[in-house]
């Protein structure tokens, strides 16, 4: 409900939208894309993998930040509307 709400409310002001858009894409997306684009170029799933596996803690502090943003980002907001 909260979501709902808080994309039709009147005060949110439409360069915060693209702004979390753009943290969502940059956390979530490109990533995903960049994997896909390795795999479809010819690496291996199991070296893709091993790759991942190795630099798990890198991907796990990078998503822990860009969550960490995405909160506070909500945060402030819900705080403005109220």
């Known amino acids: 409900m909260y979501w709902t709400s808080i994309f039709n409310h009147n005060g949110f002001k439409r360069i915060v939208q693209i702004v979390y858009l753009v943290v969502f894409n ?24 091993h790759i991942l596996f190795i630099r798990l803690w890198i991907i796990k502090i990078f998503t822990a930040v860009i969550m960490m943003i995405l909160g506070i980002m909500s945060f402030i907001n819900l705080i403005s509307i109220t």
Not at 39 to 47: L, M, N, P, S, W
């Open 26 to 49: 940059i956390g979530f997306i490109i990533p995903i894309l960049a994997i896909t684009f390795l795999i479809h170029r010819g690496k291996a799933v199991v070296d893709m993998s």
